[in-house]
């Protein structure tokens, strides 16, 4: 079955198509990415401006044509905090709802935390013992652990690279004093959290995802030691970089090997509160795992764990409109009788 997930972020609506069959792990086919740069348009208020919203809806029509050139059977959309935490978000669904014609909705991120957890367990198996997750974001950084496929412990925090990098990081380059004051206000944040990890016991592995952690172990990182072909980050390097990274215009790091111009603005914070979680969490190394929350979803999607599953179905060609009509037209005249839907995130999982 041909599944596509569409994350709809701060920094890019990203399309990832796949052929998907229980008990095989999905075989990427297809990936479109769009930016919407929504961490560029909100406003003093924590709305998205009206050009923000319309970049976004563009961006999605976008991957919605990758979907349908693709003959995806089953698309599953959804949006990270910069949508589910704007001051304005049902104004932004609505608007997705129209003109793009698609039904979104979002995780909560207690609910990302498990789902890419789910996905790095799958990833690394059983035999890897108890597991720490971090994945840092634009609006939020997610942590999880345990030692099952669903962990004993996921939680969510306002700690995203791009929503720090404009309440706590406004010149580039970064003065020292800034710096300590992003650091001191990520420890007071990260506080009860590590108190209660604490109590979880030390992990065997602990590792990262999102874009984020993969820039950083491009050029702060390593290959792992144990020949996995994967990249891993070790706090002392990451540590030595945060002093030369803020002193450093955007477009200096964007020249940084795998750093994308997009998101080098934020790296700076990314660093920060990767190397202060690291330090408050007593963890010297992560491996840095390919998989994240779209594979989460699609794992989930493909094996579904025991509790209930909230995501709700509705028919694509009624999600997205009739310009799907020819690729259901095309479908009938070619005998094929499985049915297009959209998989739509709800508010829990």
């Not at 206000?185 to 993969?214: C, D, I, M, N």
């Not at 990182?221 to 980050?233: C, F, H, L």
């Not at 840095?288 to 989460?296: D, F, I, M, S, Y």
């Amino acid at each position: 079955m041909r599944l596509g997930v569409l994350d709809i972020g701060s920094n890019s609506a990203h399309l990832r198509v796949v052929d998907a069959c229980p008990g095989s792990p999905p075989l990427p086919v297809y990936r479109h990415k769009t930016p919407t740069k929504l961490g560029e348009a909100i406003g003093p208020d924590g709305a998205v401006d009206p050009t923000g919203v319309a970049r976004l809806v563009d961006a999605v029509r976008a991957a919605l044509g990758g979907a349908r050139r693709q003959q995806v059977v089953e698309l599953i959309p959804f949006a990270t905090s910069a949508v589910r935490d704007a001051a304005n978000r049902d104004e932004i669904l609505r608007a997705l709802a129209v003109e793009a014609q698609l039904a979104v909705g979002f995780l909560s991120g207690e609910d990302e935390a498990r789902l890419t957890y789910f996905a790095a367990h799958r990833w690394y198996g059983w035999s890897t013992g108890p597991l720490l997750l971090l994945d840092i974001g634009g609006g939020s950084m997610e942590i999880a652990q345990g030692r099952d496929e669903d962990p004993a412990l996921a939680i969510s925090l306002p700690l995203g690279a791009g929503r720090l990098t404009r309440s706590h990081l406004p010149d580039h380059p970064a003065s020292r004093r800034q710096v300590k004051v992003l650091r001191e206000y990520v420890r007071e944040v990260l506080g009860p959290a590590v108190q209660r990890l604490h109590w979880e016991g030390r992990p065997h592995r602990a590792v990262a995802t999102s874009k984020t952690f993969k820039q950083l172990a491009h050029f702060a990182g390593e290959a792992d030691p144990a020949g996995t072909g994967q990249r891993v980050i070790y706090r002392s390097d990451l540590k030595t970089w945060i002093p030369r990274l803020a002193a450093m215009s955007p477009a200096q790091r964007a020249e940084l090997p795998g750093v994308s111009a997009s998101r080098a603005r934020q790296l700076l914070a990314g660093a920060v509160v990767a190397a202060t979680t690291m330090s408050a969490l007593g963890v010297d190394r992560l491996d840095v795992c390919p998989w994240a929350l779209r594979e989460g979803l699609l794992l989930r999607r493909m094996a579904p764990l025991p509790s209930p599953d909230a995501l709700r179905q509705v028919q694509l060609i009624q999600s997205i409109g009739a310009g799907v009509a020819s690729l259901e037209q095309h479908r009938q005249v070619r005998g094929e009788e499985r049915s297009s839907r959209v998989v739509v995130g709800g508010s829990g999982m």
